[in-house]
């Protein structure tokens, strides 16, 4: 049965101690969070980093507890970090992330079985460094996606099951998995995921989705596996965008394209960037640039009017958000603070970015107060 975005009632967990806090009674109106306002709308989730999911960060894990009722881990359960080697698996943070989002009754995001970005170099080679064929290299999906998979089978709510296998034209990555196995890695890997863990939501994630050649091709993967038979409940549409891109009609017309082919919409890996973008790219974590001051305007601070532009920016969304909170099942923002967030390297290491809901002391910025009253007037 899938969870609804309800209320939840959080366990912090200390040694010899275990407290108990009910949401919907400790806190005064004035502290309601995200969570509260959306109730009943969507899931509002956050990224979590590893110093979050290890307890150390206790002041970000303040803002998580009052503010999201779903989480997905940042990279840990990535193939490269998760199955570095063949014969080796690295359970231990994804071990730790899994059981604080059971402890906390949260909306849980396994974050990602198939990518071609993070994925370990030995996936697609022999002992002897050359590709392998495309029967090992489907074995070797199968085999990690049900070890994974399996091993969190009834924990986890919701698995981004193939993550970016289009470019924005529509035609296929040209990645490895593609180049080996073809079109059907994407098949194959949603037919493996629901074998794993047969009541887990699944879904495709990508990014640069307002693009109407990926919007396009993503609807024909949904509608081509809903007619074979494979469990595809959702798209996953990464938010990582500016101030001025994409435009709001855009993204709305992928939001009901996706919906219209009966899959649940998830607004993922949401964050605005407010530096200078003249790059046509989408969010390719491989991309670099060089260092160039004119690149990092707000080293100093941000401006009042481009703190205004963020938030009009964000509230903006949220108000999209709220319209179609009926397609909509889950927005997550990647990161909670802006200290935390990757835009402060990428595609530029050392820039300054202010990306997310929370500054860089954690304080909320002025939109969180407007989308919470902007979901309580929708009600």
Known sequence: MKKSPTKSIFLFAFPMLVIVLDACNTRDTAEAGLKDALEGKFFIGTAMNGPQILGRDTASLEIL???????????????????????????????????????????????????HSQSPRWFFTDTAGNDVTREVLIERI?????????RYRGKVDCWDVVNEAF??????????????????????????????????????????????????????????????GVRIDGVGMQAHYGLDYPSLEDFEKSILAFSGTGADVHITEMDISVLPNPWTMGADVRERFDYQEIMNPFAGGLPDSVSTALNDRYRDFFDLFLKHSDKIRRVTLWGIGDNMSWKNNWPIRGRTDYPLLFDRELMPKPVVGEIIRSAKKAR
């Not at 199968?142 to 399996?150: D, E, F, K």
């Not at 034209?169 to 073809?182: L, T």
Request: hydrophobic share 35%.
């Open 142 to 150: 199968r085999s990690h996606i049900m070890t994974v998979a399996g």
């Open 65 to 115: 507890h009052q503010h999201f009722n779903s989480v997905v881990a940042e990279n840990c359960m990535k193939s490269g970090p998760i199955h570095p080697k063949e014969d080796q698996y690295d359970f231990e943070l994804a071990d730790r992330f899994i059981e604080f989002a059971d402890q906390n009754d949260l909306y849980t995001v396994g974050h990602c079985l198939i990518w």
């Open 167 to 228: 470019e924005d034209d529509g035609s296929w990555r040209n990645n490895r998995f593609y180049q080996i196995i073809g079109e059907e890695y994407v098949e194959l890997a949603f037919r493996f995921a629901h074998e794993a863990d047969p009541d887990a939501e699944l879904i495709y994630n990508d990014y640069s989705m307002f693009h109407e050649g990926r919007r396009q091709a993503v609807v024909r993967l949904v509608n081509d596996l809903k007619a074979k």
